[in-house]
């Protein structure tokens, strides 16, 4: 009953234009810290995701007072909060490697690395495409279930890539003894796979919308 009431009531259509604006924000970060990996501009390209997850923030915020002022949503409440709360946790995710980066002060980083890094840009661009499409669930069903599914398969990826990096790293250190460098490799790596499985967080929210609405 309240799904039908839902879709007799004019819609509050700017959550999918904050959705999508937020998407943006987080793949605009996602290719800065794929440059940053690449050893490009590094301190600026900290700068960079620094102030995006800043601009993530505020439409965090925004979506969730919008939430609290509309009368009626596209979709469940607390769906709207997850679904902009995992993409937000995807860019604070980011910004906390950064943090590591600059805490450490590392200007190269390993070949795993920087596969990681594309790996992240691959995921924010399925989302950021998957995103405007809830604007239609019912229509878009089918293609919103293929980019989950691709985002599943680039966090498996990720993980491999994860897996095969700590491998190199005690190949690359152990011998010498240098446990300081290897310390932070694993930290660096263990982070860049923890933003590629907020993509899968928010790959799953998404997969819960679906269901629920077609």
């Given at each position: 009953?309240?799904?039908?009431?839902r879709?007799?009531?004019?819609?509050?259509?700017?959550?999918?234009?904050?959705?999508?604006?937020?998407?943006?924000?987080v793949?605009?970060?996602?290719?800065?810290?794929?440059?940053?990996l690449?050893?490009q501009?590094?301190?600026?390209?900290?700068?960079k995701?620094?102030?995006?997850?800043?601009?993530?923030?505020?439409l965090?915020?925004?979506?969730?007072?919008?939430v609290r002022?509309?009368?009626?949503?596209?979709?469940?409440?607390g769906?709207?909060?997850d679904?902009?709360?995992?993409?937000?946790?995807?860019?604070?995710?980011?910004?906390?490697?950064?943090?590591t980066?600059?805490?450490?002060?590392q200007?190269?980083f390993?070949?795993?690395?920087?596969e990681?890094?594309?790996a992240?840009?691959?995921?924010?661009?399925?989302?950021?495409?998957?995103?405007?499409?809830l604007?239609?669930?019912?229509?878009?069903?089918h293609?919103?279930?293929?980019l989950?599914?691709d985002?599943?398969?680039v966090?498996?990826?990720?993980?491999?890539l994860?897996?095969?990096?700590?491998?190199?790293?005690?190949?690359?250190?152990?011998?010498?003894?240098?446990a300081?460098a290897?310390?932070?490799?694993?930290e660096?790596?263990?982070?860049?796979?923890?933003?590629?499985?907020?993509?899968?967080?928010?790959?799953?929210?998404?997969?819960?919308?679906?269901i629920?609405?077609?």
């Amino acid at each position: 009953m309240l799904s039908l009431f839902r879709k007799l009531m004019p819609r509050e259509d700017r959550f999918f234009d904050m959705f999508a604006r937020h998407s943006r924000t987080v793949v605009a970060a996602a290719e800065a810290l794929d440059q940053l990996l690449s050893g490009q501009d590094i301190e600026a390209n900290c700068r960079k995701i620094v102030d995006l997850e800043n601009q993530a923030d505020d439409l965090t915020r925004e979506v969730l007072t919008a939430v609290r002022l509309s009368f009626i949503t596209p979709f469940d409440r607390g769906d709207i909060k997850d679904l902009i709360q995992s993409m937000d946790d995807a860019i604070d995710m980011m910004h906390k490697t950064v943090k590591t980066i600059r805490l450490y002060e590392q200007t190269e980083f390993e070949p795993g690395m920087r596969e990681m890094g594309k790996a992240v840009v691959e995921a924010a661009h399925l989302v950021a495409e998957a995103v405007p499409l809830l604007d239609r669930i019912g229509v878009n069903a089918h293609r919103l279930n293929g980019l989950v599914e691709d985002v599943t398969r680039v966090e498996g990826r990720s993980d491999d890539l994860h897996d095969q990096g700590l491998k190199d790293l005690f190949r690359k250190h152990g011998a010498s003894g240098n446990a300081m460098a290897y310390m932070i490799g694993s930290e660096i790596y263990g982070e860049l796979e923890k933003v590629v499985d907020r993509f899968e967080d928010v790959a799953n929210e998404i997969s819960g919308i679906v269901i629920e609405n077609v």
